[in-house]
């Protein structure tokens, strides 16, 4: 019941700057929690940043707190992900989606996904 595109991914160098947008293509009543999850090549799946429906509650992975910031915009069903000081390392395939908590994004639980969006950071 969720579409979700996300845009904004790049090229960039480090210590640069990049803002990922994620729209939301909401086809029920239900409201939902959004973030953001990443993969880079060889590695896992990780969580970056989850936000609220209302925008009052955010959650971090513990490598992107100070450097990154989620926020949203309701009224444009809009998720977004503002990266500063970026760092080869954050290099990745980057994924919006959407759950039903916060929280539970938090712990590696979502319902639907975007396609995903490439992040590069040169050195």
């Known amino acids: 019941q969720v579409q979700l595109v996300e845009s904004g991914g790049g090229l960039v160098q480090a210590g640069g700057s990049l803002r990922l947008s994620c729209a939301a293509l909401?086809?029920?009543?239900?409201?939902?929690?959004m973030g953001w999850f990443r993969q880079a090549p060889g590695k896992e799946r990780e969580f970056v940043a989850a936000?609220?429906?209302?925008?009052?509650?955010?959650w971090y992975a513990d490598s992107v707190k100070g450097r990154f910031t989620i926020s949203k915009n309701n009224a444009k069903n809009t998720v977004y992900l503002q990266m500063n000081s970026l760092k080869p390392e954050d290099t990745a395939v980057y994924y919006c989606?959407?759950?039903?908590?916060?929280?539970?994004?938090?712990?590696?639980?979502?319902?639907?996904w975007g396609q995903g969006t490439q992040v590069t950071v040169s050195s």
């Open positions: 936000i609220s429906w209302s925008g009052g509650s955010t």
């Open positions: 989606a959407a759950g039903q908590a916060g929280a539970t994004m938090s712990r590696g639980v979502g319902d639907y």
């Open positions: 909401v086809r029920t009543f239900s409201t939902y929690a």
